[in-house]
């Protein structure tokens, strides 16, 4: 995204007026580091998923 990456939209989504600012975030990246995941909550995102993964991920 060009003019916004996914923590920015992210962001505006939580400073949205009305019960929309609460729906779960998940992110997806390409690359994923150990200790990632520990720190989206801090980010305001309830998971992540990597690049490139199965049904049987996304789903659960």
Do not use: C, N, W
Not at 20 to 37: E, S
């Amino acid at each position: 995204m060009p003019e916004l990456d996914g923590v920015g939209a992210m962001q505006q989504i939580r400073k949205l007026p009305s019960e929309r600012a609460q729906i779960p975030i998940i992110t997806m990246k390409a690359h994923v580091m150990k200790g990632d995941q520990s720190k989206l909550p801090a980010l305001g995102m309830e998971g992540y998923l990597p690049k490139q993964t199965t049904q049987e991920r996304f789903l659960t």
